[in-house]
């Protein structure tokens, strides 16, 4: 029984039909990636790396967050690791690096803005990252909290700067969708990027207009609003339109309603917490791609995030 659980959990995520769906974990260190992999990981969809940085009291030189990188990369072997630079500001605040206070902190210098005001942590950690990249063809770089096509190739610019003086081939890149305007301008940064990863949990508060924190506003506060699946099948039809992936690494990945919609929208890669794998990978396997497809097109027609989850409810499982 322990052997058949386990050989489940290894399998490949896809749908019942056999539509492949790759389903990885959202791990922060090295540590956690025998669990993750344990647990049926088939990469890392997202590297927090922020998490050097609120775990200890002073900045990580270079050196150390190479180690941790390339601990990573040597844990999982042949399959994708998704590092995704530096996303402090919002509700991440670092005391030691004595961020000026903001009125607006989710809507100030956050992830990618933070980063192109403080090349003191940004390069070094971009070296730290392509120095593993070169060793290490499963490494990819993805940014965060980029809301305009100048950002990306702000942010690609000094990536290409560091490849140069290390002497390093192309990273594969990715940018995350976690801000509307990049999800609206979707098909000028497709043609720029390897592959796009959707953020719902800022996607879904800047949609809405909804602390992702706020108590009082946590029910409303849904990934599975219509306004919010929209821009994903945005996001997926420009992506597809230039040969791209779509990949999920918000909380709605891991949330098998979630799983099945995005799925349905066309997302082709899933990351959610280790946990999670083994019910996502099982509710994936029950329904065909088809099945998917027909409630996703539905949940863009709903009024709200309940009604695309009662869609689910009436969904039974393909018969075998
Ligand atoms: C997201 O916004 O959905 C995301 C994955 O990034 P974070 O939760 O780290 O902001
Ligand atoms: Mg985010």
Not at 87 to 104: A, C, F, M, S, T
Not at 127 to 141: K, L
Not at 179 to 195: H, K, R, T, Y
């Amino acid at each position: 029984e322990e052997n058949r659980a386990r050989a489940e959990r290894h399998r490949p995520g896809a749908t019942r039909d056999g539509a492949r769906v790759e389903i990885a974990a959202n791990i922060n260190r090295a540590a956690a990636a025998p669990g993750a992999l344990d647990a049926g990981a088939e990469g890392v969809g997202l590297m927090r790396t922020e998490f050097l940085f609120l775990e200890r009291d002073s900045v990580p030189t270079e050196d150390e967050q190479e180690r941790e990188y390339r601990a990573m990369a040597e844990a999982l072997g042949e399959r994708t690791l998704i590092i995704r630079t530096l996303d402090i500001g919002g509700d991440k605040d670092v005391p030691y690096l004595g961020l000026e206070r903001e009125d607006n902190s989710f809507l100030g210098l956050r992830g990618i803005r933070l980063c192109f005001e403080r090349p003191d942590l940004f390069l070094p950690q971009l070296r730290a990252i392509v120095r593993v990249a070169r060793d290490h063809p499963n490494v990819h770089v993805m940014f965060p909290m980029i809301s305009t096509l100048e950002d990306f190739r702000r942010a690609r610019a000094l990536l290409d700067d560091v490849r140069a003086e290390l002497d390093a081939p192309r990273i594969p890149l990715g940018v995350m969708i976690e801000v509307p305007s990049a999800a609206l301008l979707a098909g000028q940064l497709a043609p720029e990027v390897d592959f796009f990863s959707v953020g719902t949990n800022d996607l879904t508060q800047y949609t809405l207009a909804m602390d992702r924190l706020h108590p009082q506003l946590a029910r409303q506060t849904d990934a599975m609003h219509p306004a919010v699946l929209q821009l994903v099948a945005l996001t997926v039809q420009a992506a597809d339109a230039h040969g791209k992936w779509v990949g999920v690494c918000g909380g709605a990945a891991g949330d098998e309603v979630g799983a099945l919609i995005l799925t349905g929208l066309g997302v082709k890669e899933l990351s959610v917490s280790a946990p999670q794998i083994p019910a996502v990978k099982a509710a994936l396997r029950q329904h065909d791609l088809a099945t998917l497809r027909d409630l996703a097109a539905r949940a863009l027609t709903q009024p709200d995030a309940a009604s695309v989850r009662a869609l689910t409810r009436t969904l039974s499982p393909n018969p075998q």
